[in-house]
């Protein structure tokens, strides 16, 4: 499966616009950390983003969501390792982070949805985002209550950078997008 392909099942699958926008942003995260880790295999970790909600709308319960899309996924022939991140992006599936895939794929979905809730707030939205005022904003536990503190906490002990740098690589992924 290609870009092209995950995105208009994206769109079979998802018709809230906020949700096809933060499996874009996940994507775009993804696609940054593959530029420095993996880059021959850019577009996997796309996809890994673009598809790692795809049921969530359809099948939000954990019985379901990301199970019902795995299995979606597996027939269309989409690889072993992608399914692996996107079954372990959902901790209570008790599937390990034991890839590099899966432990960024974790990373940065929890913040790419904090730091959209940053730029809404803003005049500019992203533009002049700094982590800095992410770090501010992640202490108001008032702001964008339900994005958990502790998973953004353990992406970034578990991808192995500062917190200025995953926030700044995620917030100019996020930047870039076309949207
Ligand atoms: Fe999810
Ligand atoms: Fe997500």
């Not at 926008?21 to 950390?33: D, K, N, Q, R, T």
């Not at 500019?124 to 005022?133: F, I, N």
């Not at 770090?135 to 953004?152: G, P």
Request: glycine share 6%; hydrophobic share 45%.
């Amino acid at each position: 499966m290609n870009i092209d392909e995950a995105r208009h099942l994206l769109h079979q699958w998802v018709s809230n616009p906020g949700l096809r926008h933060h499996m874009e942003c996940v994507a775009a995260c993804m696609g940054a950390y593959a530029d420095e880790l993996d880059p021959s295999n850019r577009e996997r970790w796309m996809l890994a983003g673009l598809l790692h909600d795809l049921d969530w709308e359809r099948h939000p319960t954990q019985a379901e969501h990301p199970h019902v899309a795995v299995a979606y996924l597996r027939e269309h022939g989409v690889d072993e390792e992608i399914l692996h991140a996107i079954l372990a992006h959902a901790p209570y599936t008790g599937t390990l982070r034991d890839s590099a895939m899966a432990v960024h794929l974790f990373a940065v979905d929890e913040l790419a949805g904090f730091l959209v809730a940053c730029a809404k707030v803003r005049p500019d939205g992203l533009a002049t985002l700094e982590p800095s005022s992410v770090r501010k904003k992640l202490k108001n536990l008032a702001f964008a209550a339900a994005v958990s503190r502790e998973d953004v906490a353990t992406g970034v002990a578990e991808v192995g950078v500062t917190e200025d740098v995953h926030f700044a690589r995620c917030i100019a992924a996020i930047r870039a997008l076309p949207l």
